[in-house]
């Protein structure tokens, strides 16, 4: 397994953060963020960002999370071992 190094650029987060929002059935928007830690983001108005679908909920583009450890995937919920993202603290 490779690992990602880390340095000034690519610190390991003290308190992370995530919200997801749906946007389709078949698109949503996964946030990561570091509350400690203020970093750049692209703003709104050169970046397209699609609006958010307040009737898609989460079950729907099945994702499954828990926070202590922090985990969460995205799976096909045809098919609940078919993972298209899936993040594992070990």
Known sequence: MTKI???????EWDTPEYSIEGITY?????TL???????YEIPQDVLSVPDIDPTMRT?????????????WSF???????L???KHTKN
């Open 26 to 30: 078949t698109t949503a928007r996964f």
């Open 59 to 71: 079950e729907m583009y099945g994702l499954q999370a828990t926070h202590t450890p922090m985990e």
């Open 75 to 81: 799976t096909d919920v045809r098919d609940p071992d």
């Open 5 to 11: 190094p880390l340095g000034y650029n690519n610190r």
């Open 83 to 85: 993972f298209y993202v």
């Open 33 to 39: 963020k570091d509350v400690k830690v203020n970093r």
